[in-house]
T-cell receptor
Framework: EDQVTQSPEALRLQEGESSSLNCSYT??????LFWYRQDPGKGPEFLFT???AGEEKEKERLKATLTKKESFLHITAPKPEDSATYLC?????????????FGKGTKLTVNP | NAGVTQTPKFQVLKTGQSMTLQCAQD?????MSWYRQDPGMGLRLIHY???????DQGEVPNGYNVSRSTTEDFPLRLLSAAPSQTSVYFC?????????????FGAGSRLTVL
């Protein structure tokens, strides 16, 4: 079963139109939740790590938040250069070992 | 600082051929790993290493071999390529494997098996 689910799969925004991406997870023993950005033809690039419910982190137009069941990546007044696929990953201690599980990603397109 | 370097960037193989994808990092990271990325699926872990001389299987290890003779290098070998191994492969490293560690990814190697 999916332990990390990202929604929507794809999102089109107009420049300046704020929105949020969702990452829901079902693991227990959360060690950390990661957000990565992936541009076409490149490897994922780290954005944020969140460790506990209630935590928030910001970087330019992006803000990541975490609850006990999900994380949101809020994008405020996006620009075309924010277009990318955003990946969520959850690290948990399960069954006696560390596991890192990636979601399928949300492809964001910001039109000028 | 080069980070994680993968070669080749593109490769086409015929079914049954073997090849090695190279990965090198210059950050003195203990932990290195190989992922594959397929359309509509999340990144899936193939093999990983927590230090020189130590390797272990991930989620999808069948058909792949790895070794870690140095801290810097972590090659991935395809023993007898199959069309199901057509994918984009990413090497990633982190300082160590404990706790929540940020992964640094290479640029990827796109493999097509005919």
């Amino acid at each position: 079963e999916d332990q990390v689910t990202q929604s929507p799969e794809a999102l089109r925004l107009q420049e300046g139109e704020s929105s949020s991406l969702n990452c829901s997870y079902t693991v227990s023993g959360l060690r950390g939740l990661f957000w990565y950005r992936q541009d076409p033809g490149k490897g994922p690039e780290f954005l944020f790590t969140l460790y506990s419910a209630g935590e928030e982190k910001e970087k330019e137009r992006l803000k990541a938040t975490l609850t006990k069941k999900e994380s949101f990546l809020h994008i405020t007044a996006p620009k075309p250069e924010d277009s990318a696929t955003y990946l969520c990953a959850v690290q948990a201690f399960q069954g006696g070992s560390e596991k890192l599980v990636f979601g399928k990603g949300t492809k964001l397109t910001v039109n000028p | 600082n080069a980070g994680v370097t993968q070669t080749p960037k593109f490769q086409v193989l015929k079914t049954g051929q073997s090849m090695t994808l190279q990965c090198a990092q210059d950050m003195n990271h203990e932990y290195m790993s190989w992922y594959r990325q397929d359309p509509g699926m999340g990144l899936r872990l193939i093999h990983y290493s927590v230090g020189a001389g130590i390797t272990d299987q991930g989620e999808v290890p069948n058909g792949y071999n790895v070794s870690r003779s140095t801290t810097e290098d972590f090659p991935l070998r395809l023993l007898s390529a199959a069309p199901s191994q057509t994918s984009v492969y990413f090497c990633a490293s982190s300082f160590d494997s404990s706790g929540a560690n940020v992964l640094t990814f290479g640029a990827g190697s796109r493999l097509t098996v005919l």
